[in-house]
């Protein structure tokens, strides 16, 4: 290029008869565009290598403030389910609690209504324990239910399972009430 700013290309026949002429970009954007490549590489070697600004790194940061912040205890309580047992007393408690609760939604009769059924064997989320425990814990917020993990304890949400299971015991594998009755 040079500092002609008046001089034609000479191009006429090949672009339909367009003129060109060869204007050189103007200095104040050459320097913007030099200032820029040099900002680009300065920085990405200052955010990867001196700062150590990963995205591992900032997610990592991250999760150990949401850590302390919100502590996994009960999210541990839940996976273990070590202390969950079918007793006649956790689905007597479990009854209570499911009048009280999720009736509205479940119907006395666990035949469902808004919410489905836990009479069938059509077990959406599934009708094994841990399938049950979580769905109570962490709810289905896109169809409506909500997670009982804030408003009921770790007993509570185990003894609402209990109850549910007892309720159906050949979806769940579970015993019936006439085995936790000692019946059968």
């Given at each position: 290029m040079s500092k002609e700013t008046n001089r034609l290309l000479g191009h006429s026949d090949e672009a339909d008869g367009i003129e060109e002429y060869d204007n050189p970009l103007p200095d104040w954007w050459l320097g913007m565009f030099w200032l820029t490549i040099f900002w680009a590489i300065g920085y990405g070697v200052h955010y990867h290598f001196i700062a150590d600004k990963s995205f591992e790194t900032v997610l990592a940061a991250e999760m150990a403030a949401a850590e302390v912040l919100y502590p996994a205890q009960a999210a541990a309580e839940a996976a273990s389910g070590a202390d969950f047992t079918?007793?006649?007393?956790?689905?007597?408690?479990?009854?209570?609690?499911y009048m009280t609760n999720c009736v509205a939604c479940h119907s006395p009769t666990l035949e469902g209504g808004i919410g489905p059924s836990f009479v069938d064997d059509e077990w959406i989320h599934g009708g094994q324990a841990e399938n049950i425990l979580n769905t109570i814990q962490v709810g289905v917020p896109a169809k409506g239910m909500i997670p009982w993990a804030g408003i009921l304890n770790q007993e509570q949400i185990n003894q609402v399972a209990a109850y549910i299971i007892t309720k159906n015991s050949e979806a769940t594998g579970r015993p019936t009430d006439d085995f936790l009755s000692g019946g059968a």
């Open positions: 079918v007793t006649a007393e956790a689905a007597a408690a479990g009854e209570t609690i």
